[in-house]
């Protein structure tokens, strides 16, 4: 198992450095006037490549039947070492990313940043949270994987994979991590790592509560993180940034 991971690694290491070479070569003989945009953005185009990537990778694997062994033994681990007292906290930090939290909360960010005149953020992190909550409910209809059934569980709606909580809070939280980074340079590193928790601890509350394979998690925040990202970056490429 150990060797297959170190093989799927590598794997994952040349396909991100293919795509971000073939995309350099693409700038470089193609448009010229990406350069600037290019390399100020190397880091995100990186990241946005490797979530795509991963995103796809741990989608392949669960659609092939071979995550099973691996998802059933980390989800056990988790709900091992996790104490029962503290699964009511993780059941509250898993209603941030419902629907009844997530639907006022993307409300509000949109009409804070129509009002500060930024339309193209607005858009982004609605178009991310609403296209995020569009692909979970594609996907979830056409995999139909079933949930875990270790113990009870409260019922969620739809398949497992992938978690809709998960890449819905990746999205949303990403979009908003980024449309505040473009208002306030000086604040990315914080908002960003505001997003990158916000969506593990989501993320994590799922596995606790049982209600989701880890698979279903980690394509979830791979897909959620990779549509606000690719969005952001196209803007930037096509203004020349």
């Not at 600037?36 to 795509?52: G, I, N, P, S, Y």
């Not at 988790?78 to 941030?96: C, E, K």
């Not at 509000?108 to 178009?127: D, K, T, Y």
Request: glycine share 8%; hydrophobic share 55%; charged share 15%.
């Amino acid at each position: 198992m150990t060797i297959e991971a170190i093989f799927d690694l590598g794997k994952l290491v040349v396909i991100v450095a293919g795509l971000y070479a073939a995309f350099a070569l693409y700038v470089a003989h193609r448009r010229p006037g990406w350069t600037l945009a290019f390399e100020r953005r190397r880091l995100a185009l990186l990241w946005a490549l490797l979530v795509m990537a991963a995103g796809v990778k741990v989608t392949e694997d669960v659609l092939g039947g071979e995550s099973g062994p691996v998802d059933r033994a980390v989800l056990i681990f988790v709900r091992d070492i996790v104490p029962d007292a503290l699964h009511p906290v993780f059941a509250v930090i898993t209603l941030s990313g419902s629907a009844a939290k997530l639907v006022p909360l993307t409300l509000l960010a949109v009409a804070g940043l129509l009002w500060h005149g930024r339309r193209f953020e607005a858009w982004l992190v609605a178009a991310s949270t609403v296209g995020g909550a569009g692909v979970v409910y594609v996907v979830k209809t056409l995999v139909g994987r079933e949930r875990p059934q270790l113990w009870a569980t409260q019922w969620y709606w739809g398949s497992s994979f992938p978690s809709g909580h998960t890449l819905v809070v990746a999205a949303f939280a990403t979009a908003l991590a980024l449309s505040i980074a473009r208002l306030r340079p000086g604040a990315r590193d914080a908002v960003v790592s505001a997003a990158f928790i916000w969506t593990l601890l989501v993320a994590w509350s799922r596995l606790v509560l049982g209600v989701h394979w880890p698979t279903d998690v980690l394509a979830a925040a791979c897909i959620g993180a990779a549509l606000p990202l690719a969005i952001s970056l196209g803007d930037e490429f096509n203004r020349g940034r």
